[in-house]
C-alpha cells in the first residue's frame, strides 16, 4: 500500500474545522484508491502560490517529510496546474535518497484514478479513459522522466521532445476515437430509452457513499454491488418493478461529490441522461454524515449543472440507524430537517425501515403522473 501526505490549503473564507472535514473526505478518496495516509498538512493563505499553490516554507517542510519517511504520495485538495504539479515533484525529488521517487497528484487525480479502478462495463471504460487522456495531455511533460537531461533552446531539439510530441499526437487521436466511440453509444442508449416512454421512471441520486446502491437493491431486489467505499459503482443500473399494477424503471447513477472534476461530468453526459430523463428523482441523503447539508447543496449545484434541477425530487434522508440520538420517525418527518426538505421521507436502507412508505410515496407519484 502506498503511503500518502495530505495537503489543504484554508482560504480567508474558510475554517480550519471546514478544512479537516475535506481532507477526512480526501483521506477516504485516498484508502479508496489505495493508499494509507500518514500526516496531514494544513497552510492558511491569502491565495495560492502560482510556482506551487503552497509557500515555500511549507514546500520545504512536506519534502523534509516525505524524505524522512520515504513517501510515495503528496495529495493535494485543491486542482493543481500541469507547472505546479512539476514544480512540486521537482522539489520533492531532488537528491533522491535510494531512488525512491514521490508522486503529486491533485484531487482530480486521484477521483480519476478511482474512477478508472472501479470502471466495469465498456461504456464506463470508454468515458473513464477519455476523461483521463483529457486531464492528462496538458501534464505530459511532467510524466517524461527521461527527458529532464534533455536540454532545451535553439539547435538542441532532441529525440526525446519528438517522442513527446509523437505521443501528443496519439492521445489527442485516441481522445477523438473515444468521443465518436461515446456518440455512437449515446445513440443505442437514446434508442433503448424511447422504448420506455410508458413506463414512469425514476432515477436514484445522491453523493457518493450515501446507500443508493444498498436502496435500490432493497426496491427491486436487484444484485447490486454495494459497498461502505466511494464511487463503490459507476455503471448505470437499470431494473423494472411493478407495485399496485404500475410499471416502474428504477435507475441506479453515479455518485456526486464535492468538486467533481469537469472531464468526468463532461464524459459522464450520456449516463447521466438517465437523471435528465427520469421523471421523478429520489436524493438519497446519509442524515448520519456530519456534513449532510453541504452533501445536499453539491447534489443539487450538480443536478442544475447537467440540466436536471427543476425535477420533482424527494429527498430521501437515509441511514437513520446510525443517528445517535435516536428520534421517532413521526419527530424526524416534523423537524425542520424534513420541513425545510419537504417533500422528504426518512429511511434505512439497510435495516429496511420505512421503505413501505417509501414505496407508497412513489406509487402515488407515479399514479398522479399516469392521470395527467
Known sequence: MERAVLVGVMLPNQRKE???EYLDELAFLADTAGAQTQIRFIQSLLHPDPRTFINKGKAE?????VREHKIDLVIFDDTLSPSQTRNLESLFNTQEIDDHKCKVLDRNGLILDIFAKRAKTAQAKTQVELA??????????????????????????????KE?????????????????????????????????????????????????????????????????????TLDTTVRKVVWEQIPFLISDTVGFIRKLPH???????????????????????????????????????????IGAGNKYTLQVFNKIDVIQNEMTLTHLQESYIGKENSPSVFISAHEKINIDLLRQKIITFGRNLRQT
Open 18 to 20: 471546514q478544512i479537516q
Open 263 to 305: 472531464q468526468l461530468v463532461e464524459c459522464f453526459k450520456s449516463t447521466l441522461d438517465e437523471v435528465r430523463e427520469a421523471d421523478m428523482l429520489l436524493h438519497v441523503i446519509d442524515i448520519s454524515h456530519p456534513q449532510y447539508q453541504e452533501h445536499i447543496r453539491v447534489v443539487q449545484q450538480t443536478l442544475a449543472e
Open 164 to 232: 513527446l510530441e509523437t505521443d501528443r499526437r496519439l492521445i489527442r487521436t485516441r481522445i477523438s476515437k473515444l468521443k465518436d466511440e461515446l456518440k455512437h453509444i449515446d445513440r443505442q442508449n437514446i434508442t433503448r430509452r424511447r422504448h420506455r416512454t410508458a413506463i414512469t421512471r425514476i432515477a436514484l441520486v445522491g453523493y457518493t457513499n450515501a446507500g443508493k446502491s444498498t436502496l435500490m437493491n432493497v426496491l427491486t431486489k436487484a444484485n447490486v454491488f454495494a459497498e461502505n467505499k466511494l464511487f463503490a
Open 61 to 65: 517542510e512536506i519534502k523534509n517529510y
Open 132 to 161: 483521463q487522456l483529457q486531464y492528462l495531455l496538458p501534464r505530459l511533460t511532467g510524466m517524461w522522466t527521461h527527458l529532464q537531461k534533455q536540454k532545451g533552446g535553439i539547435g538542441m531539439k532532441g529525440p526525446g521532445e
